[in-house]
């Protein structure tokens, strides 16, 4: 890895932090959070990547150097009081390449990388929302019914025929059901964002020819058939469960999306290699699929499910990685 490449990778945690918390805690404009928010999504991606490959060459100083820069900027941006979110939402773009690379390193298995890194990403995710979810939930519900009393969003929904008690509860019902998901949601785009910037790492360390089992596992990860009848039943209560029922379905299901997401980017990266389209394509198709959230991930997943069902990666070349083990 090269100066310049560690310089790069030492800096992008800092410049996340002052790209995330810049915004967040100094309460800019509108156009300002929307450029804010798409440069962050990149800083991250670019976090997943270049920090895994930090670790991977045994750049520990480097690493450790960034994560505290990064924390440094977030408390002179939020202070005391928020240090504790600082440390949460650093965590969860920091603790999960650190792992990937360290494993990866180890063991020279990019499975056993990403899935590890994966874990940390999910520990990570889970412990900043244990505090925030509430938070967040009020401050939702409290926009959501705000906005519904303002004279301006009235006028909206009666231009749209929506107006009456009828429509405006559907909208509060819609609202808090969002609340209730958005930690999910954002779980989802997590893992996105960390699929897309293993997948770089991975493609850097390959070249290296780390060990030729690590260098195409990844386009071979499938899930296994039977779950698809965990995934049906997940549905089936979902659309007619009660409310406690349907919650469970949809935890299932969020977990569901998450690992069929992911073997649907293996399923996408095989066709890419098979196809040998180009770097630059491929770039552009992945962060098309970042920035569509979870939409995104959803659409890699419904790859997933498919390729579960009616496998297609076969072929010499298929029968050729198989045999390797």
Not at 251 to 278: H, M, S
Request: no cysteine; charged share 15%.
């Amino acid at each position: 890895m090269s100066l310049l490449w560690v310089i790069l990778g030492a800096a992008v945690l800092p410049l996340y932090a002052l790209t995330t918390f810049g915004v967040e805690y100094g309460g800019a404009g509108g156009l300002v959070v929307m450029l804010s928010a798409a440069a962050g999504y990149a800083l991250a991606i670019a976090a997943y990547s270049l920090v895994a490959r930090l670790a991977f060459d045994g750049r520990t100083p480097a690493v450790l150097l960034s994560i505290i820069v990064a924390i440094a900027i977030g408390y002179a941006l939020g202070g005391s009081s928020r240090l504790g979110h600082t440390t949460g939402t650093l965590s969860i773009v920091a603790l999960a390449p650190v792992a990937t690379g360290w494993v990866v390193r180890r063991t020279d298995r990019f499975r056993a990388g990403y899935l590890t890194g994966l874990l940390v990403l999910l520990a990570s995710v889970i412990a900043f929302y244990w505090s925030e979810w509430p938070s967040l939930v009020r401050d939702m519900r409290y926009l959501a019914e705000s906005a519904l009393e303002d004279p301006d969003s009235s006028e909206v929904l009666e231009l749209a025929g929506l107006s009456g008690l009828p429509y405006a509860q559907t909208a509060m019902r819609m609202l808090h059901e969002m609340a209730w998901y958005l930690p999910g949601a954002l779980t989802m785009s997590a893992v996105v964002q960390y699929s897309i910037g293993s997948l770089w790492f991975f493609h850097s360390v390959a070249k290296r020819s780390v060990g030729q089992r690590a260098g195409i596992s990844f386009t071979r990860w499938k899930m296994p058939r039977p779950v698809v009848l965990l995934t049906l039943l997940a549905v089936l209560f979902h659309l007619i469960g009660v409310d406690g029922a349907r919650l469970a379905a949809d935890n299932v299901l969020f977990g569901l999306v998450i690992f069929y997401g992911v073997t649907g980017l293996a399923a996408i990266e095989f066709l890419f290699e098979a196809k040998r389209v180009p770097v630059w394509l491929r770039v552009i198709v992945y962060l098309g699929i970042g920035a569509a959230h979870v939409y995104g991930l959803i659409g890699a997943a419904v790859i997933g499910l498919v390729d579960s069902l009616f496998p297609w990666r076969r072929g010499p070349e298929w029968k050729r990685k198989e045999s390797v083990s």
